[in-house]
């Protein structure tokens, strides 16, 4: 979207011109579930807006999930490599689209240029992906450190003709994160991957990282983005979904409103969100639909939205553009809802 320079990941532009892009983390090691149920849920993930999905990829046994899913995954496969050089260079071989390493973790310098020949060899984009906490020591300020170490790890790279590179620069202090984005822009065109990393539960690290990343992107920084949250990956995309629409970046997918409860609430928000938000997100239609608590005055307060769902009781009402489409029991809401929403 806003960097000069473009990286490409299974044909997926990042930087330039293009959207910028959802990523999230698997958060599961291999073999915790089966490959089909980590492929279903990344096809979820995907419909939610995700467009990389990274892996941890920390031993050779990992290799035999990880090629099963890079061939079979609808969206491009990033493996995340620590210290070790051949694991990165195993994940490579093993069909990764995109590897994401620090080069001051894997050591010599012998071994990152054995790892970008590999790249080259399998047209594999690599993120330089540095934090905080894993920097060397030296002068100058945090962020300061952070981009010298960027700029000195593209320099290698280029000079073995390297150029398929995004940079992530990541702390867990939110004003030193924007701060290194906003400097590294400043001095290099390579995309960026930006996010807040140890950012807290899902609630603080949706704060954080909104403040963070919704300055930097309002000022045209960051081509990828990722909420990194102690929580669930779906919250992650979600929440990275609502920031790239109130930041007027997408405008793809339904926007969800819902009251905030009152003593008066009789239609269970809370539990009709937890089980149909993701549902809802996944559905390609720019509208807006509303949850409300009561028919006091949630029909009334939803009059605005596209549909609303409200209820009293074992009652539940469905209303298009304010007015009464259908009645149903809570039972059968969940269905009900997505039934006229299909219809429309
Ligand atoms: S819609 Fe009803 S339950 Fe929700 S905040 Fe308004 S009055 Fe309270």
Not at 172 to 196: K, M
Not at 201 to 230: E, H, P
Request: net charge negative; with cysteine; hydrophobic share 40%.
């Amino acid at each position: 979207m806003f960097s000069e320079r473009s990286a490409f990941v299974r044909g997926l532009e990042i930087g330039g011109k293009a959207p910028v892009r959802i990523q999230t983390t698997y958060d599961r090691p291999f073999g915790a579930e089966s490959t089909d149920d980590i492929l279903r849920h990344i096809s979820s993930l995907s419909a939610m807006g995700c467009e990389l999905i990274r892996f941890a990829f920390a031993s050779k046994s990992d290799a035999r999930y990880f090629s099963e899913i890079a061939e079979h995954s609808p969206i491009p496969v990033v493996a995340d490599i620590h210290f070790d050089y051949r694991m990165a260079i195993l994940a490579i071989e093993s069909g990764a689209d995109k590897i994401r390493i620090n080069p001051g973790n894997i050591g010599a310098e012998w071994k990152t240029r054995e790892i970008v020949k590999a790249a080259l060899d399998h047209d594999t984009a690599i993120r330089i992906g540095l934090n905080s906490g894993s920097l060397p020591e030296g002068s100058g300020s945090v962020p300061e450190r952070m981009v010298g170490s960027a700029l000195g790890y593209i320099e290698l790279f280029e000079s073995m003709g390297f150029r398929n590179i995004v940079v992530s620069l990541k702390s867990s202090d939110g004003a030193e994160t924007a701060e290194a984005a906003r400097l590294f822009a400043s001095e290099s065109g390579y995309p960026q991957h930006i996010g807040v990393t140890e950012a807290g539960d899902s609630v603080i690290a949706a704060v954080r990282s909104a403040w963070t990343l919704g300055s930097l992107l309002s000022s045209g920084i960051g081509d990828t983005i990722r909420i990194s949250m102690t929580g669930s990956i779906d919250d992650e995309v979600a929440a990275a979904a609502e920031l790239l629409r109130i930041t007027g970046l997408s405008r793809k997918g339904v926007r969800i409103v819902s009251c905030p409860r009152c003593g008066r609430h009789s239609f269970d928000t809370i539990g009709f969100l937890k089980e149909n938000r993701n549902r809802l997100l996944a559905l390609d239609k720019n509208i807006t639909v509303a949850i409300m608590g009561c028919l006091v005055n949630g029909p009334g307060e939803a009059g605005y939205a596209d549909y609303a769902i409200t209820g009293y009781g074992d009652k539940v009402y469905i209303y298009r553009k304010g007015s009464l489409v259908l009645k149903t029991s809570s039972d059968k809401a969940s269905d009900a809802l997505f039934e006229v929403l299909g219809d429309e």
